[in-house]
């Protein structure tokens, strides 16, 4: 498992409580329009991938019902860990450490995953993988960013980690297929590539306030991590300081955290 942890899912371990603070925020209404796409039943049988904190899992449990059940799956062990603490009272949801790429289970009546694909190393034999474990006529959806999302905060904490440790700033990253289809139409043409059918694409859009305690867990809390990750605490307050400085400079009092929502039946 060690060596599929690196860079980003590293930090995802780290930020496993920050993580689920930022959860009310950002993770939950994001993981509640995942559900809501999915029409899922009483009594349905879902794999949720890239399950983090259990942002779609939880409330996908609860709307499958005692009767039915939620394979919830994820890298990491801090986050399973705390998704098992969260869903105590929810026997019908199973939280695994696994990798989603390389689930055997199939015969799902609907497969989620809540901004996930993007990390995998192939995304598209990653998702083509995922949608291979649901029955046909199940559902497929995959909740991915729009473009723009998130990027302000990374950018300013990124100028804010530099300037504080004296050293360059992170690099950009390399633009890759992700890149190409985070809009409505592309999205939905990539979709259907996969193989699904009655693909919809719907905007979710959500502007988060950035108050300072909401600014900085939107660092902490998410794969951002990594730009402190490794800082002494002394450092880390420092750049947190910056970071809020530089954004207060800019004039920047809310974030872009707007979701594409995509769905398909599989055949
Ligand atoms: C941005 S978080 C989203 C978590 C959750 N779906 C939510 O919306 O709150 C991405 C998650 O994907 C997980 N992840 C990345 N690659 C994975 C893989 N191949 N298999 C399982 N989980 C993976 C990370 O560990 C991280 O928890």
């Given at each position: 498992m060690s060596s599929r942890k690196v860079g980003t899912q590293r930090a995802f371990d780290a930020a496993a409580a920050d993580f689920a603070a930022l959860g009310r925020h950002l993770w939950e209404p994001i993981g509640a329009a995942t559900v809501a796409a999915a029409g899922l039943g009483e009594g349905s049988r879902v794999l949720d991938a890239?399950?983090?904190?259990?942002?779609s899992a939880l409330p996908a449990a609860r709307a499958v019902g005692a009767g039915g059940s939620v394979d919830a799956i994820d890298l990491s062990g801090p986050m399973i860990g705390e998704l098992r603490r969260l869903s105590a009272?929810?026997?019908?949801l199973h939280a695994h450490e696994a990798d989603a790429t390389a689930w055997e289970t199939e015969g799902y009546d609907a497969v989620l995953s809540a901004l996930g694909?993007?990390?995998?190393?192939d995304m598209t034999a990653g998702t083509e993988r995922l949608i291979s474990r649901v029955r046909p006529g199940g559902r497929a959806v995959f909740t991915i960013w729009r473009d723009?999302?998130?990027?302000t905060a990374g950018r300013h904490a990124g100028r804010a980690m530099a300037e504080v440790t004296d050293s360059a700033p992170p690099p950009e990253r390399e633009p890759s297929l992700i890149d190409r289809i985070n809009q409505a139409g592309t999205y939905a043409e990539w979709l259907s590539g996969r193989g699904l059918s009655e693909v919809d694409v719907t905007v979710n859009e959500l502007r988060l306030p950035m108050t300072p305690e909401v600014a900085w867990l939107v660092i902490i809390g998410s794969g951002f991590r990594g730009i402190v990750d490794g800082l002494e605490p002394d450092v880390v307050e420092r750049v947190r300081e910056r970071y809020l400085e530089s954004l207060s400079a800019d004039g920047?009092?809310?974030?872009?955290?707007t979701t594409l929502v995509g769905s398909g039946t599989v055949r």
């Open positions: 890239c399950c983090g904190t259990g942002a009272d929810l026997p019908q694909i993007f990390f995998f190393p723009g999302a998130m990027v920047v009092t809310e974030l872009d955290a």
